[in-house]
């Protein structure tokens, strides 16, 4: 078994900046890649920014230049830098995970998410 582990949600002002961690633990083999989604209220997940083993990254265009997205090279750690904050960046924020617990065997790990807050 996988679990993720998410931390450093908060509430900030306009403009303020947060830095959430996700530390993966358990039965892995090797880490595909790692991603993180926010859900705002009534709405559904939403890729913010993800990274894989190569280290290549994706953004959401909304938080392109703002969000930054870092890994330690074994994937089990994982870092969102957010800077800028905007109200529309609120949500819960979910880390997850491609992971091979197994050569032959993978699943897609989810986190409980934590909670960020902008306010105006």
């Known amino acids: 078994q996988v679990q993720l582990m998410e931390s450093g949600g908060g509430l900030v002002q306009t403009g303020g900046s947060l830095r959430l961690s996700c530390v993966a633990s358990?039965?892995?083999?090797?880490?595909?890649?790692v991603g993180w989604y926010r859900q705002a209220p009534g709405e559904q997940r939403v890729l913010v920014a993800e990274?894989?083993?190569?280290?290549?990254?994706n953004y959401a265009d909304s938080v392109k230049g703002r969000f930054t997205i870092s890994r330690d090279n074994a994937l089990t750690t994982v870092h969102l830098q957010l800077n800028s904050l905007e109200p529309e960046d609120t949500g819960v924020y979910y880390c997850?995970?491609?992971?091979?617990?197994?050569?032959?065997?993978?699943?897609?790990?989810w986190g409980q998410g934590t909670q960020v807050t902008v306010s105006s």
């Open positions: 997850t995970a491609r992971v091979y617990t197994h050569p032959s065997v993978w699943d897609d790990y």
């Open positions: 358990g039965s892995i083999f090797s880490t595909v890649r």
């Open positions: 990274v894989n083993r190569g280290g290549a990254t």
